[in-house]
């Protein structure tokens, strides 16, 4: 097992890992069937020093906060390491986000720097957003076309000062990172993330799947992903393994560079292995019915040796076909960010391919169970990671209730919210929001939410509070945005969906032309934050003496509707 | 040099084919999301299909935030 008891930060343990693999390759980057780049920890360490360097040279020290707005390449490990060896805090933002939203979450976190790539920074550029983070000072810009107007920002390519930085100890309860789980445009939700956090993680997931030098993770999830960030990034430099960037992710090039990259491991949210199942099934299809015939004689001989546990070498020998596309090399894909179905789980492990399941948050330092595959379960999220302590709060009748967890990677809190740090973790324990139960076998299963949010197939939280806005002045007497599972649970984990509650103008109709209205300003909403449906109401809201909407209260009420009469779908 | 109407039509074209629709059911403005029904990864399929088409290279990052066609058409025009 590894031991990291005697690294007090991120910055130290990578410091040393630089040096002890310093002939070793850490990074390759790839832009469709191009390699643009490959580089050692020595070439690492050697473009990361001169920006860590430049950035103490203009006042950045300990504790000071700095954002990346990347897509997922060499520049962003290498910048990330830079704030790391200075002392600073790291921001990582959501590449994905609106301009806006990318500039609300930059004034909240309070970061000085900006650290991101030009088409991103174009846009940035043009948001009115941008006038109010005022404490962003400094702005580094990746790749900026020559001649192209800088906007006040510097490029990243020359921002290098000589002479060797200096390294700024930090204590590993010094926060580390401030990751945003989710919330923009209601209550950002910036997780302040220690050191110790990610030190434990590290160590617990590492327990599971081992990196070393010659192992190859492709990064897919964007690395400002709690995954990606500790299994893209900080396991395998602790470890001296290698990571790949590809800078597109069209699924045809992502396929190629599993077998060009002798791939070991790789992370995707479930709507992309759902896609890569699809693609095997449809190739499936094709055999003729002989050699079908024969491949599924050879997945049950397979499901019958690997009934107990995984056997790498011998599924790739009986089910060469299948493996020699994914490089032969792939030892499992790690799935995270979404609940993913267990027909999809038990169709990889029957073809040797196991799928490392687990169940996690962002506010627990990433994952809190993971399927050890001994033996390998498709209809639990597995067993709790070493040093988490796991228990269920309030069981009913059949054992259900709230997955409560404690350990030393749950954050700190969230950045400036007390209120909502002290509602969510309770004498240690984090609450997840999250039903599940144990089984004899200490497996965990999931049951549904207990918060009004959903996650969807791509890993994405969403907040209903947090898009209400674009149904702002519908000409309704009032509205209210509910995840459907919150008014009515449905113990599943899969097809969550949001719905519009609707208290119409008395004798007022929910006529074409308002359902029209409510779907054009839906369609301005990124389609993962979509509502799907609408739900009337007949009474006023329940509120608050300030008037805010009692949503636990309305929900209720909204309950004792038929659900099937009630969704009216958009 | 195609006009930005050309592309346009040429992407419906495409998008049409590509997803097994009728010819001429998609307009311009459609939310091609919704119309289609697909998800992003989908999307980043139908991408590749307009790249080999129109013979240039569109940077995943150019259909971030777009949903509809003549959006879409415009961001390849402008790399004709």
């Known amino acids: 097992m590894l031991d990291l008891s005697k690294y007090q930060s991120i910055g130290a343990a990578l410091k040393d890992a630089l040096e002890q693999f310093a002939g070793e390759v850490c990074l390759i980057e790839a832009d469709r069937e191009r390699e643009k780049e490959r580089l050692t920890y020595r070439d690492f360490k050697d473009r990361a020093h001169p920006l860590a360097k430049a950035l103490q040279d203009v006042g950045f020290t300990a504790g000071d906060r700095a954002s990346i707005i990347m897509t997922n390449q060499s520049k962003w490990l290498i910048s990330a390491y830079a704030i790391f060896y200075a002392g600073g805090v790291l921001v990582p933002l959501d590449y994905k986000l609106t301009p806006d939203e990318q500039w609300q979450l930059l004034k909240h976190s309070g970061a000085k720097v900006l650290i991101t790539e030009y088409p991103i920074w174009r846009q940035l550029n043009a948001a009115t957003g941008r006038s109010d983070a005022t404490n962003v000072c400094t702005v580094l810009v990746t790749e900026v076309p020559a001649n192209a107007d800088l906007a006040g920002a510097d490029r990243w390519e020359d921002y290098r000062a000589s002479g060797e930085p200096v390294f700024v100890p930090r204590a590993r309860k010094d926060v580390a990172c401030i990751v945003y789980s989710s919330g923009t445009g209601g209550r950002p939700k910036g997780c302040m993330m220690t050191h110790e956090n990610y030190l434990e993680q590290c160590v617990a997931l590492t327990s599971l799947y081992p990196f070393a030098p010659g192992v190859r993770y492709l990064s897919i999830l964007p690395t400002n992903h709690a995954i990606d960030f500790m299994v893209g990034f900080f396991g395998p430099f602790i470890c001296g393994a290698a990571v790949v960037h590809l800078r597109t992710l069209r699924p045809e090039y992502v396929r190629e560079a599993f077998a060009k990259y002798k791939i070991t491991y790789v992370s995707l949210v479930p709507l992309v292995l759902k896609n890569l199942q699809k693609g095997l099934q449809a190739r499936f299809e094709t055999l003729s019915p002989g050699k079908r015939r024969a491949l599924n004689a050879l997945v049950a001989l397979n499901k019958a040796f690997t009934k107990n546990r995984p056997r790498l070498g011998l599924s790739r020998r009986l089910l060469n076909q299948v493996h020699e596309p994914f490089g032969g090399e792939l030892r499992t894909i790690i799935v995270g960010g979404a609940f993913t179905e267990p027909r999809t789980l038990q169709f990889f492990y029957d073809l040797g391919i196991p799928v490392a399941n687990g169940y996690g948050l962002t506010e627990a330092g990433t994952a809190i169970t993971v399927n050890d595959l001994r033996p390998f379960r498709a209809d639990t999220v597995g067993k709790p990671l070493p040093g988490m302590e796991v228990r269920i709060l309030n069981p009913s009748a059949d054992g259900i209730g709230e997955v409560a967890v404690r350990s030393k990677t749950i954050m700190s809190g969230y950045l400036n919210e007390p209120e909502l740090t002290a509602e969510t973790i309770v004498d240690g324990w984090l609450m997840t929001g999250d039903l599940g139960r144990f089984d004899p076998e200490g497996h965990l299963r999931l049951f549904g939410r207990k918060k009004n949010m959903i996650v969807t197939e791509e890993g994405k939280n969403v907040y209903p509070e947090d898009i209400e806005a674009v149904f702002e002045s519908l000409s309704v007497k009032e509205f209210c945005v509910f995840a459907a599972n919150y008014i009515w649970p449905e113990r599943t984990m899969v097809g969550e969906q949001l719905l519009l509650a609707l208290h119409l103008e008395p004798g007022q109709t929910y006529s074409e032309e308002l359902r029209r209205e409510i779907s054009a300003r839906n369609s301005k909403l990124l389609n993962y934050k979509r509502i799907h449906g609408v739900v009337l109401f007949g009474e006023d809201f329940p509120r608050t003496a300030s008037l805010k909407i009692k949503r636990n209260v309305l929900a209720e009420q909204l309950a004792k509707l038929d659900r099937a009469t009630a969704f009216l779908p958009l | ?80």
């Open chain 2, 1 to 80: 040099m195609r006009t930005l109407e050309q592309t346009t039509r040429e992407v419906l074209d495409l998008a049409s084919k590509h997803f097994n629709v009728p010819a001429g059911s998609l307009a311009p403005e459609d939310d091609f999301f919704k119309k289609l029904g697909i998800d992003s990864l989908q999307t980043l399929e139908m991408l590749s299909r307009l790249e080999n088409h129109f013979g240039i290279e569109l940077p995943d990052y150019e259909v971030q935030g777009v949903s509809d066609f003549r959006t879409l058409a415009s961001r390849i025009q402008s790399r004709l």
